[in-house]
């Protein structure tokens, strides 16, 4: 198995291409980030050559304090699109080859029109990239529009673009949904990236409620070569951290 280390969470005490060179030396096969708007893309990118590493994702902003993404937001149309402008042209800059919409704290009828117009927009503003969609657990983003794998499957099949994905966090769909290894296997056609850390503390994936040693092997006997992602919240420097990457990378 690959992995890429999610820059959100690990190494996150340094600047991002210091953190990508970091997992470089740890071994990880590609990195991640969540909002790397205050970097300068031409540093990230000089970083990612430098490494070899491909940065997998990156996603959209989350708005003011307190808000956890636009694009489901009604009325908030032009400062989501925006946003969206803004990922795709950073993700351009950096070779990154997706993008995860946020959609936000909503509900109802005209949120899910919303949302489906924004990423109607995406899909079409960016066609040789990924857009991804994420379903968040309510503990730990309660009032987030997105919450369960088959409300994304609803999205994707009726937008009716080939470039809008699922983003399939273990962490959060555990939480909302369990039975992942047959979640994985009807969603397998949908999905975009993968990403894993411990239930219930979203630590190093190694204990908890899931064997991620079962979950690879799952993965790889659907044929899953891409890296999955490691989003976890590490205890300590993040160096220290790297116990469970052996074992499963052995898988």
Known sequence: MKFSANLGFLWNDMALPDAIRAAAAAGFDAVECHWPYDQAPEAVAAALAETGLEMLGLNTLRGKPGENGLSALPGREAEARAEIDRAIAYARAIGCGAIHVMAGFAEGPAAEAVFRANLDHACRAAPELTILIEPLNRHDAPGYFLTHSGQALDL?????????????????????????????????????????????????????????????????????????????RPVGPTGDSLGWLPALRAI
């Open 156 to 232: 994707i099949e009726r937008a009716g673009h080939e470039n809008l994905k699922l983003m399939f966090d273990c962490y959060h769909l555990q939480i909302m949904e369990g039975d992942l290894t047959r979640r994985l296997q009807a969603l397998q056609p949908v999905i975009g990236h993968v990403q894993i850390a411990a239930v219930p503390d979203r630590g190093t994936p190694d204990h908890g409620e899931l064997d991620f040693r079962h979950i690879c092997a799952t993965l790889r006997d659907l044929g899953w070569a891409r890296p999955v992602g490691a989003e976890y």
